[in-house]
């Protein structure tokens, strides 16, 4: 494996360690998108 790709794959953005997780299993919760009436204007 390259250097690059192992930091790639090593990123902290891409690590699932990073996020907190809630209940037995330790999933992490992430929040609905709520889109807002403006977002899409462009």
Do not use: C, H, V, W
Request: no cysteine; hydrophobic share 30%; glycine share 4%.
């Amino acid at each position: 494996m390259i250097e690059d790709n192992y930091n790639y794959r090593t990123s902290q953005t891409l690590l699932r360690n990073q996020f907190s997780g809630k209940g037995k299993l330790k999933i992490p919760i992430i929040p609905k998108f709520e889109a807002k009436p403006d977002d899409f204007d462009n």
